[in-house]
Each structure stands twice: as C-alpha cells, then as structure tokens.
C-alpha cells in the first residue's frame, strides 16, 4: 500500500506524498483539532443512530402487534430503502441550513434505519415462526410474547446490524458535514478541498478511515460477541 502510494504521488501531481500528509496531520492541523473534528462526527454519527433504532424499534414493536402498522411499516421499508442518501443531505441542508448540527444527525439516521428496519423485520419474522406455539401454550399475551421472546431474540441479530449500521452513520455523516459548516471531519476534508489543499484532504481522509477502524476493532466486534449468548 506505501509503496503504491509513493508511485501514485510521482505519477500524479495531486497526490501528496505520504511524508506531506503526515506532516499535515501532526504539524498542520494538530491533535486538538483532530480530536475536536472526531468528537463532532462519532456525536453526529451516534446521535443519528440512536434516533433510527428508536424508530426501529417502535415500527417493529407495532407491526408485531398490528397488522395494520405492519403492512405500513414493509411499505415504509421499500421506500426508505429506494431513496439516496444524497438526496437526504441536500434536503436537510436545505431546510436546517448549513450551520446547523442537525443535517448530519439526521442524515445519519436517514442512512442507517433501514438498515436497523429491514433485519429486525425479518428476524422479529423468524423469531415468531419459532416461538409463537411455545408462547401460546404457556398462555402469554401478544404483548407478552413480544416482551418476553421476540425483543430479546433480536438482541444478537441487532448487534450485528448495528455494528453495520453504526460504519454507515460514520461514512454518511461527514456526507452532510460536507455541504455545512458545523464542523467534524467531513466539514475540515471539503475545507482543504476547497483550498486545494491535497495533503489536507488526504489526511482527513486518513483520518476518517482510522476512525472508522478502531471504532468496529474496540466497540462494535467486543459488542457483537458480548450478545451472543443471547443468540436462539
């Protein structure tokens, strides 16, 4: 990978050397910086997601208990699925303006619900199929099974999702802190592109990429195989 990187940077004039970058990084931006630009996007990113799996969860909750809740919510699903996230951006932007902290909230959220929506539909499915004529015989209510069997089953197939739905946020997040002005990584990358400032916006780019890294390495996986023994 270094060595490509220090071909690529000889062949093309607009990519900085790795030495450049590095030195962009701990010389040019700082660590204060770096960190301040982190916290913004992992806020913005969990935010976003904590509103999805709210919303997740409450759509699922209600359809199991509803038909009718669940034709709007398989409905709801195919049409989240079909929107860009771009579109989202440009219209949150649009309605929040671009020094507001909520278009990369909520664009994280646009991004990482269906996500969360579409496997906790199919398993709160499988989980039924599984345990509704054990939860009939031992006399439990709808609203019991779903307390009882269905939210707990879902536990490890939501840590998976989650650990998915958690690298979209982050991606999709510096997406909207792109067109604003509110701050983050995704705003500080755009910034430097605007200025023509290659070795800039290599290193955000690093930046973001190591983030994302050590996110799934130290929180998501250690998560994901805490819940498996609540696996079915």
Known sequence: ??????????????????QD???ALYSDIGPRMIAHAIAVTLVNSLTGYTIALTAAIALIAGAYLNRHVDSFVHALN??????????????????????????PVLVAAAASFPVLLSNLYSSV??????????????????????YY?????????????????IGIALRISVVAEAFGASGGVGYW?????????????????????????????????????????WKM
């Open 189 to 229: 990358l755009m910034y430097s592109y605007n200025y023509g400032w290659s070795a800039g916006v290599f290193a955000w780019a690093a930046v973001l990429v190591l983030l994302m890294i050590l996110v799934d390495i130290l929180v998501l996986q250690q998560v994901e195989r805490m819940v498996e023994k």
């Open 21 to 23: 970058v590095v030195k």
């Open 78 to 103: 195919t049409f989240i699925q079909s929107v860009s996230v771009l579109v989202w951006a440009i219209v949150f932007v649009m309605i929040f303006g671009i020094t507001s902290r909520k278009p």
């Open 1 to 18: 990978m270094a060595v490509s990187w220090v071909f690529l940077s000889r062949a093309y004039p607009a990519v900085p050397p790795p």
């Open 149 to 165: 069997f269905i939210l707990p089953g879902t536990i490890p197939y939501l840590a998976g999702a989650s650990r998915a739905a």
């Open 125 to 146: 499915r499988a989980l039924d199929d599984r345990f509704r004529l054990l939860a009939r015989l031992l006399g439990a209510t709808k609203l019991e099974e779903l």
